[in-house]
Structure formats: structure tokens, C-alpha cells
């Protein structure tokens, strides 16, 4: 049988369903005594018109194919990711250890409070710990992911807008190097957006805040250090034109590892930010979920935070429903309360000083690469930078015809994961690369070789780059044919071969 999705493709082993032979099983079941071989007693609308399609294989063969899945995944357990801005950093297996402790992994989302106390002194003090690092007065845990976060820190700007002025605004201004999921935060809580260009620095410049900022803007969304690794140095000062007019700042806290012990967005006059727990703090990240984006804010901004709020009595923990203002809950229960767990972990294991030390480290180990690469890629704003260094193709692309996405490709070959490729958008063909502080100086060295590579090969011989990859499980893909004629759901097509 063929696959129309994957027709056309250069496969090295055989699928599954190449493997199918008819009569071929990998079960054992009992024969029912109820009914006639083949049949069961279901209503009519619950009986399929014809069986479904699936490989008929041994249990060796079943078995075989999903280990085999499972050897070809990629993931930071296996090898260096190198995605800017996503931060994949290691996930350290005392967090899993804590999570997976009975009186944690165990709880029922439905119990009552008093079964669950230790649940909730650990929100409560996460909530603190978090505050303490980023500057802020109070935290929610609530928010499932990043995303989530920023809606959750916009919808309580609006509302506290409301309340204060009886009018949410109307804009939101954007710089170009903030996170690409900034615009639709705005949309979905139903503000326009303004977009702000970046200097030749690449940071933001305060007089075009001022230029743009109104009694219609709500805020800013910023980014910082933002999507370049740069630190947006300005940011009291941009701050301050903000809420000279009335309006909130809001950062994104994607790149919150950069700062770690060092900086506090809370200090620099941001209102609102959210973090990814599984940027920042080692939870998992990956694979759809679960997530964590919670949400840290100022004291003006308190009242407005997600219900229910986890308390502290006399008597213990407790929830509070009693929240007028509240912009309502985003979270069934708790949020994602594993990665509570897994983040409280990490901050207790590393403490205060080893904080500092991971992000010391993360901003070394990005210059490190810049330094290395900047003689075989360009560096677009080379000088030093925070997290993460971007790069572009300009001289592989202008000598040999090599792009960003054959780069990318290339270092498939070479045995790693590729960087994150064309983000920012404020700069074209970008390769973003953020190794964190997990890597070690032979990983990075092995990495940067692998790049220096990729350009010298791409000089002396480019069609071996644009043919990449060539070591792996299936070959390029027809990129025009798949944007072009999408099939994105496989049925079986007899008559031609894979």
C-alpha cells in the first residue's frame, strides 16, 4: 500500500504497513462465548461499516517498530537543541523523582483542602519564590503555558483599565524584536496593535515610544532581553513614558534565563510578566505539554489576578473565591501542578547562588558561539549579547546558494538538532542558537565545529549541503509540493510504491 504523504520520499527501512502480511497477528484473545466468531453485540450505530485499516504484523514486528520510533525521536536527553529562544535546557531527574512522590503524583484535583495542605504550601511558596526573582509583588500559577500567560496578563490590564478610567484603550504597542505570539495576546482581548521598529542596535528606542504612546494605548508588550539576545537597555525609561499616559508594561518572559540573580524585571518598571517554567526552570519541555506560563504583577494589578487565589490562615491553606475584580479563572484546578513541583524543585536544589550561576553561564556559553561563528556567519549584531546569539546565511547564501534551511539540513547530517531558523522575522534568514548553561565547553566545541563545516563544505562542494540530509530515515522533502498540495491526513492508495 502507498502512502500519498510520504510518496515521492527517499525511505531507508520499510513502514509498518510495508511490512503487513494478511493473517498476520500480534495477539492472543479468548474466543467470546457470547457470539459468533468475528461479531459483537453493539447497537447498529456503534458497528464500523467496514473494519479499519490497520497493519497486520507479529508482536517481534509491532514491538520492533515503535522501539525503532522511539531511537529516531531527538530530545535534549539525547543530544544538544540549540533553539533560540525556546531555551531547552536539561530537565535534572531529582525534578522527576519529587514529582512522581506518591503524596504529589497521587492527588485527586477534587480533594478537600485539608487532604491537600501540602499541595498548597508548596504553590504558595513557589508563588514567593518567583516574585522574590523577578521583582514582583504577587504571582499566579494558574496559566497552562506561555501563551496562556500573556493573554492572562493582557485581560488584567484591560480589566483594571475598566476599572480605573471605565475605558480599556484601544492599542497596544509591539516592538519588533518581541516575542512572535504578542499580536494575537492582543487580539484575542480585543486590542489593535501598533508596531514599533527597532534601531540599527537592534533594541527599542524610548522616542518612538514616546512618538507612539497615547491616552488610546493600553501598553507595551516587550521582550527583554529580546528576540536578538539583546538587553533592551532602556527599559526604565520606556517604561516610564508608558506610564506617564496611563498605560501598563508588559515583558515577556521567555527569555527570563538570562536574568536569573541578576536582573528583575520588577525593578525596571514592567507591570505584568509571565514565565515559562519549562524555559526557565527545567520543567519539560516539548511534545504539546503540560506547560506552565504563570503570571507575576504588581500590586495595582492583584485584585485582578485569576481566581482562586491560594491563602495563607491561621488554620493552614485555603482558596479564595471572594474576588470581584478577578478576571476570572484561565485553569481547571491547580494549573499544571507537576510542574509546580518540578520548578520548586529546581529553585531549591540550585538555591540563590546557583541561579546567578546558570545564567552566568547561559550568557557565556551564547557569546562563546558568537565569537567562534562570526568569522563563517554573519552576525548581524555583533556585539555582546545575553542568552542567545543570532546569525544569518548572507555569506553562505551570496558565495554558494547554500540557505538558512540547508543549513539547517546540513547539521541533521552532522548528528544535531538545528538552531531555531528564520525568527526573529525583524531579520532575514535568521539561525538563532541559545545553548543555555546545560551544555558543556566539548559540547559546544563539537556543535561549532559541526557549523564550520557545514560552511567550508557548502564552499567546496554546495550541492552536498542542498542534497542534505542524507543520513537520515527519510530524505529532503518536496517543500514547494507540500505547501503547494498539503495532504495532511494518510489513506491508502494501491498501485504505486513508496
Given at each position: 500500500?502507498?502512502?500519498?504523504?510520504?510518496?515521492?520520499?527517499?525511505?531507508?527501512?520499510?513502514?509498518?504497513?510495508?511490512?503487513?502480511?494478511?493473517?498476520?497477528?500480534?495477539?492472543?484473545?479468548?474466543?467470546?462465548?457470547?457470539?459468533?466468531?468475528?461479531?459483537?453485540?453493539?447497537p447498529?450505530g456503534?458497528?464500523?461499516?467496514?473494519?479499519?485499516?490497520?497493519?497486520?504484523?507479529?508482536?517481534?514486528?509491532?514491538?520492533?517498530?515503535?522501539?525503532?520510533?522511539?531511537?529516531?525521536?531527538?530530545?535534549?536527553d539525547?543530544?544538544?537543541?540549540?533553539?533560540?529562544?525556546?531555551?531547552?535546557?536539561?530537565?535534572?531527574?531529582?525534578?522527576?523523582?519529587?514529582?512522581?512522590?506518591?503524596?504529589?503524583?497521587?492527588?485527586?484535583?477534587?480533594?478537600?483542602?485539608?487532604?491537600?495542605?501540602?499541595?498548597?504550601?508548596?504553590?504558595?511558596?513557589?508563588?514567593?519564590?518567583?516574585?522574590?526573582?523577578?521583582?514582583?509583588?504577587?504571582?499566579?500559577?494558574?496559566?497552562?503555558?506561555?501563551?496562556?500567560?500573556?493573554?492572562?496578563?493582557?485581560?488584567?490590564?484591560?480589566?483594571?483599565?475598566?476599572?480605573?478610567?471605565?475605558?480599556?484603550?484601544?492599542?497596544?504597542?509591539?516592538?519588533?524584536?518581541?516575542?512572535?505570539?504578542?499580536?494575537?495576546?492582543?487580539?484575542m482581548?480585543?486590542?489593535?496593535?501598533i508596531p514599533?521598529?527597532?534601531?540599527?542596535?537592534?533594541?527599542?528606542?524610548?522616542?518612538?515610544?514616546?512618538?507612539?504612546?497615547?491616552?488610546?494605548v493600553?501598553?507595551?508588550?516587550?521582550?527583554?532581553?529580546?528576540?536578538?539576545?539583546?538587553?533592551?537597555?532602556d527599559?526604565?525609561?520606556?517604561a516610564?513614558?508608558?506610564?506617564?499616559?496611563?498605560?501598563f508594561?508588559?515583558?515577556?518572559?521567555?527569555?527570563?534565563?538570562?536574568?536569573?540573580?541578576?536582573?528583575?524585571?520588577?525593578d525596571?518598571g514592567?507591570?505584568?510578566?509571565?514565565?515559562?517554567?519549562?524555559?526557565?526552570?527545567?520543567?519539560?519541555?516539548?511534545?504539546?505539554?503540560?506547560?506552565?506560563?504563570?503570571?507575576?504583577?504588581?500590586?495595582?494589578?492583584?485584585?485582578h489576578?485569576?481566581t482562586?487565589?491560594?491563602?495563607?490562615?491561621?488554620?493552614?491553606?485555603?482558596?479564595?473565591?471572594?474576588?470581584?475584580?478577578?478576571?476570572?479563572?484561565?485553569?481547571?484546578?491547580?494549573?499544571?501542578?507537576?510542574?509546580?513541583?518540578?520548578?520548586?524543585?529546581?529553585?531549591?536544589?540550585?538555591?540563590c547562588?546557583?541561579?546567578?550561576?546558570?545564567?552566568?553561564?547561559?550568557v557565556?556559553?551564547?557569546?562563546?558561539?558568537?565569537?567562534?561563528?562570526?568569522?563563517?556567519?554573519?552576525?548581524?549584531?555583533?556585539?555582546?549579547?545575553?542568552?542567545?546569539?543570532?546569525?544569518?546565511?548572507?555569506h553562505?547564501?551570496?558565495?554558494?546558494?547554500?540557505?538558512?534551511?540547508?543549513?539547517a539540513?546540513?547539521?541533521?547530517?552532522?548528528?544535531?538538532?538545528?538552531?531555531?531558523?528564520?525568527?526573529?522575522?525583524?531579520?532575514?534568514?535568521?539561525?538563532?542558537?541559545?545553548?543555555?548553561?546545560?551544555e558543556?565547553?566539548?559540547?559546544?566545541?563539537?556543535?561549532?565545529?559541526?557549523?564550520?563545516?557545514?560552511?567550508?563544505?557548502?564552499?567546496?562542494?554546495?550541492?552536498?549541503?542542498?542534497?542534505?540530509?542524507?543520513?537520515?530515515?527519510?530524505?529532503?522533502?518536496?517543500?514547494?509540493?507540500?505547501?503547494?498540495?498539503?495532504?495532511?491526513?494518510?489513506?491508502?492508495?494501491?498501485?504505486?510504491?513508496?
Amino acid at each position: 500500500m502507498s502512502n500519498p504523504v510520504t510518496r515521492g520520499l527517499k525511505f531507508r527501512e520499510p513502514l509498518i504497513f510495508e511490512m503487513s502480511t494478511p493473517g498476520r497477528y500480534a495477539h492472543s484473545l479468548p474466543a467470546s462465548a457470547s457470539s459468533a466468531p468475528g461479531k459483537v453485540n453493539l447497537p447498529a450505530g456503534f458497528v464500523r461499516d467496514e473494519a479499519p485499516l490497520w497493519p497486520e504484523v507479529s508482536e517481534l514486528e509491532a514491538v520492533r517498530h515503535f522501539v525503532r520510533l522511539s531511537q529516531q525521536n531527538y530530545g535534549i536527553d539525547v543530544g544538544f537543541v540549540p533553539l533560540g529562544s525556546c531555551t531547552m535546557k536539561y530537565n535534572p531527574k531529582i525534578n522527576e523523582e519529587v514529582a512522581r512522590m506518591d503524596g504529589f503524583a497521587g492527588l485527586h484535583p477534587l480533594a478537600p483542602e485539608s487532604w491537600i495542605q501540602g499541595a498548597l504550601e508548596l504553590y504558595w511558596t513557589l508563588e514567593r519564590y518567583l516574585a522574590e526573582i523577578t521583582g514582583f509583588d504577587c504571582v499566579t500559577l494558574q496559566p497552562a503555558a506561555g501563551a496562556q500567560g500573556e493573554f492572562t496578563a493582557l485581560a488584567m490590564f484591560r480589566s483594571r483599565l475598566i476599572a480605573r478610567d471605565g475605558n480599556p484603550r484601544k492599542t497596544v504597542l509591539i516592538p519588533d524584536t518581541a516575542h512572535g505570539t504578542n499580536p494575537a495576546t492582543c487580539a484575542m482581548n480585543g486590542y489593535k496593535t501598533i508596531p514599533i521598529a527597532s534601531t540599527a542596535n537592534g533594541t527599542v528606542d524610548p522616542a518612538a515610544i514616546a512618538a507612539a504612546m497615547t491616552e488610546d494605548v493600553a501598553g507595551i508588550m516587550v521582550t527583554n532581553p529580546n528576540t536578538l539576545g539583546l538587553f533592551e537597555s532602556d527599559i526604565t525609561q520606556i517604561a516610564e513614558l508608558v506610564h506617564a499616559k496611563g498605560g501598563f508594561v508588559y515583558c515577556d518572559g521567555a527569555n527570563m534565563n538570562s536574568l536569573l540573580g541578576r536582573a528583575r524585571p520588577g525593578d525596571m518598571g514592567v507591570d505584568a510578566m509571565h514565565l515559562n517554567l519549562h524555559k526557565t526552570f527545567s520543567t519539560p519541555h516539548g511534545g504539546g505539554g503540560p506547560g506552565s506560563g504563570p503570571v507575576c504583577a504588581v500590586s495595582e494589578l492583584e485584585p485582578h489576578l485569576p481566581t482562586p487565589r491560594v491563602v495563607k490562615t491561621d488554620d493552614g491553606y485555603t482558596f479564595d473565591h471572594d474576588r470581584p475584580e478577578s478576571v476570572g479563572r484561565v485553569k481547571a484546578f491547580f494549573g499544571n501542578f507537576g510542574m509546580h513541583v518540578r520548578a520548586y524543585t529546581y529553585i531549591r536544589e540550585l538555591g540563590c547562588e546557583g541561579l546567578k550561576d546558570a545564567t552566568d553561564m547561559a550568557v557565556l556559553n551564547a557569546n562563546y558561539v558568537r565569537v567562534r561563528l562570526r568569522d563563517h556567519y554573519h552576525v548581524p549584531f555583533d556585539r555582546t549579547c545575553m542568552h542567545e546569539v543570532v546569525l544569518t546565511d548572507k555569506h553562505q547564501r551570496k558565495a554558494t546558494g547554500v540557505q538558512t534551511r540547508d543549513i539547517a539540513k546540513g547539521l541533521i547530517d552532522r548528528g544535531f538538532h538545528p538552531p531555531t531558523m528564520y525568527f526573529p522575522i525583524c531579520v532575514p534568514n535568521a539561525i538563532m542558537i541559545e545553548p543555555t548553561e546545560s551544555e558543556s565547553l566539548q559540547t559546544l566545541d563539537t556543535f561549532i565545529d559541526a557549523m564550520i563545516d557545514v560552511d567550508e563544505t557548502a564552499r567546496r562542494d554546495p550541492q552536498a549541503i542542498l542534497d542534505a540530509p542524507t543520513k537520515t530515515i527519510v530524505g529532503r522533502l518536496d517543500e514547494t509540493r507540500a505547501i503547494r498540495k498539503p495532504i495532511l491526513r494518510w489513506h491508502p492508495e494501491a498501485g504505486e510504491d513508496v
